[in-house]
């Protein structure tokens, strides 16, 4: 009787666990990401998707995608507070000087993941800013760059604290 007991207990716990797994990963994926990204030809390095940063535009669409016009400082600035958050789904150019796109092979992005930077939390100084980032390449595609990416250090996050928050 007492080893037919723990058995239901190891049953219930594994239910329990199991539909905390299901709530959980339910609450992360909300759909396809469905970003464009058009960065300026020839850039590499880092590229940020910063969100919820005041006073900047909020995002537009291109049919069910969102648009990010990455800026040759290597980043892109949207009022918009929430980033997608799912299947990712997105989309990479290089767009030329007359707006002309090509799409960047997939051996020559890295996929950095998402993050976040706040200050001032409770203040009217606060900033609190979610971003997505990634790595891009025209020098070095390839495996190795698809996994290790590069040291680069950015100088985005300055730059966008500069012309947003001063």
Request: hydrophobic residues 30%; contains cysteine; aromatic residues 10%.
């Amino acid at each position: 009787m007492l080893e037919v007991k723990q058995r239901s207990t190891g049953v219930v716990i594994l239910l329990l666990l199991s539909a905390s797994l299901l709530a959980v990963s339910g609450c992360t994926q909300q759909g396809p990401t469905n970003d464009i990204y058009l960065i300026p030809e020839g850039y590499e390095g880092t590229v940020y998707a910063y969100y919820n940063v005041k006073n900047a535009p909020p995002l537009t669409k291109e049919g069910d995608f969102d648009l990010h016009i990455i800026n040759d400082k290597g980043y892109f600035a949207t009022s918009t507070p929430e980033m997608d958050y799912g299947l990712v789904t997105d989309k990479y150019y290089y767009v030329d000087q007359n707006g002309q796109r090509t799409q960047i092979p997939s051996e020559c992005l890295r996929i950095n993941g998402t993050g976040g930077y706040s200050t001032n939390i409770g203040t009217p100084d606060e900033i609190n800013i979610s971003y997505t980032s990634l790595q891009v390449t025209t020098s070095k595609c390839g495996p190795d760059f698809q996994e290790t990416g590069t040291d680069e250090n950015s100088e985005a996050l300055p730059h966008l604290l500069n012309e947003y928050y001063k």
